[in-house]
Each structure stands twice: as structure tokens, then as C-alpha cells.
């Protein structure tokens, strides 16, 4: 009996390691098309730097939903929020994926990083999970806000001709702010401080590194 049971936790620990690594260094399919119509435009080289840096920024902080939802999910103890989580998760792949897509048009890479960023991102989801599944949909509403922010300082700062990158993140932030939406609506409790600005620092930070690295 035991035996079996140590199965089935070495296979859960597979299944997480197998995701960490598909989604840190593979390449995870989106299910929807890239929402990118327009043209790939020839930018000047300092925009197309800056536009690679805004976009690496994104990756990162796809690769940080997926940490921290994954994380969150190990550990829920309700199946719905367990679900809502899942759900989530998945559609922070196609934003993954599209953002991967764009690096790759604009002559550039993902974050070095970003096995750290996700181990980092775990390890918050599966402590944010461990404290209650209100607290776990608390987690994903301050989250998806703070993104659903930065997506817009990047509509703000992208070039101008930048139709391509501008048009993922704009399908971007109206996914994210369903998903805080429906976690809202699903029991999330409000984070006390300091937690949001402590989330917001650690955000911060993680835009300065990936912006160049
Ligand atoms: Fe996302
Ligand atoms: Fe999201």
C-alpha cells in the first residue's frame, strides 16, 4: 500500500518537474492562435532592443503565473479552486507562447533566469496555497491586477509601430482581467498588507533583470 502511495507522489513530483522544465526552457503550445496580425514592422534597432525587452519582461511574467498557479494548484484543497487554477494556468501558456513567438520575430530570447523565476514563483504558490484556498484565489486577483498594470505601461512605451507585440497584450490583459474577475467571484479573500507591495517590489525587480537579461 505504501509503496503504492510513494508512486504516486514520485509521480506527482515528475509531472511538476516535467511542466517546470517545458515551461522554463521548452517551448508549451498555445491552444489559440497568436492574436498578431498586423505586419512585423522593420523597427530601428534601439526599438526593436526596447520592444525585445518589454516583451522579455512579459515571458517572465507568464513564466511567474505558471510557477505560482501550479504551485497553488499542488496544494488546493478544494477541487473548483483547484480547477480555477488549472484553467487559468492554461491560458497563461498561450500567453507564454505567443509572447516566445514574438521574441523570436524580434531577434531575440527569453530570460535567463527563468528557472529561477519559477522556482521563486512555486515555492510563493505552494506557501500562498498551504494557507487557504481564499488565500490562493487572493493570490491569483493581486496577481493578475498588478499584470493586467504593467500591460498597460507597455501599451504606453512600446513603438509606436509595434502593431504586433501591442496586439497580443492587448488579448493578454483582457485574459487577465477575466481571470482576477473570476477569482473575485470564486471566494478571494483581499491580501492584507504587506503582501501586495511586498508582490509589487518583487515585480518590480523581476522587470529590471528581464528587461535586459
Ligand atoms: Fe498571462
Ligand atoms: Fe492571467
Known sequence: MSAVRHL????????????ALETTLGDPP???????RAADPVLPKPARRHAAGLMRINHVGEVCAQGL?????AVARDPATRAHLLDAAQEETDHLAWCAQR???LDS????????????????GTLAGLRGDGWNLGFVVE?????EAHLDEHLQSLPAQDLR??????VMKEDEARHADHAEQAGARALPPP????????????????YRL
Do not use: H
Not at 30 to 36: D, H, S, V
Open 103 to 105: 521574441l523570436r520575430e
Open 30 to 36: 498555445a491552444l489559440r492562435p497568436c492574436p498578431a
Open 109 to 124: 530570447r527569453p530570460s535567463v533566469f527563468n528557472p529561477l523565476w519559477y522556482a521563486g514563483s512555486y515555492a510563493i
Open 143 to 147: 496577481t493578475e491586477r498588478q499584470v
Open 165 to 170: 507585440s501591442r496586439e497580443i497584450i492587448r
Open 69 to 73: 498557479y501550479f504551485g497553488q494548484a
Open 195 to 210: 503582501i501586495p507591495q511586498a508582490m509589487a517590489l518583487a515585480s518590480k525587480l523581476m522587470k529590471l533583470v528581464a
Open 8 to 19: 504516486s507522489l514520485l509521480d506527482r513530483a515528475l509531472v511538476e518537474a516535467q511542466r
